[in-house]
């Protein structure tokens, strides 16, 4: 008849190594003889191999809710929601634009309209020599009806009258330069805003 075999706390004992030093012969010569024993055996380190493998990792326990919440994904999917969301719905400054620079010539006829482009800034420069000061002189933009559009204030542009208009809506229109003291009018321009 063949010896009883190991109980599983006593083999279990012997596989990490904490059996008792008086069991340790019994138990290792039973090893020897019997194939059931030594499977349980293979079994028991392999477990105790896996067990010592997760203790030294990082703890496996699940997450609460508000850290699951806040991991990496959901930080990745948020940023570029927030991307999304920026682009459509923030209008960012946009860079000022150089305003272009026109010579406006005081002549009649078709070749005498200067043209511009509607909606952007540009610098009127006049063909007239200043004979006083820059406060002086008023510029006003008015439609072909000779209603106001805008009334600019004058600057010297190399000793020439100019005035920056920041954007004019298409038509066609015209410049008008007086002379502040008796808003005598000096020169008309035509100017046409495409």
């Known amino acids: 008849m063949s010896a009883p075999h190991i109980d599983n706390d006593v083999l279990d004992q012997y596989a990490s190594g904490s059996l008792r030093t008086e069991l340790l012969a019994a138990i290792e010569e039973h090893l020897l003889t019997c194939p059931d ?3 349980r055996l293979i079994a028991a380190d392999e477990f105790i191999g896996l067990f010592r493998a997760a203790a030294t990792q990082p703890d496996a326990r699940p997450q609460p809710f508000w850290q699951r919440l806040f991991n990496a994904r959901w930080i ?8 999304v969301f920026s682009l459509i719905f923030v209008e960012f400054p946009r860079p000022r634009m150089m305003p272009a620079t026109v010579f406006m010539q005081s002549l009649r006829g ?19 020599t200043p004979t006083g000061d820059v406060r002086d002189y008023e510029v006003q933009i008015v439609d072909l009806l000779g209603t106001q559009v805008l009334a600019i ?5 190399n000793g020439q009258l100019s005035v920056l208009i920041q954007k004019l809506g298409a038509g066609s229109y015209w410049a008008r330069v007086y002379h502040r003291a008796n808003s005598e009018l000096i020169a008309e321009y035509g100017l046409r805003a495409e």
């Open 37 to 39: 024993c030594q499977t």
């Open 76 to 83: 990745g999917a948020a940023a570029v929601v927030a991307a």
């Open 110 to 128: 078709p070749e005498a309209v200067a043209a511009i482009t509607a909606g952007k800034p540009v610098r009127l420069v006049f063909d007239l």
């Open 153 to 157: 204030p004058v600057e010297f542009n």
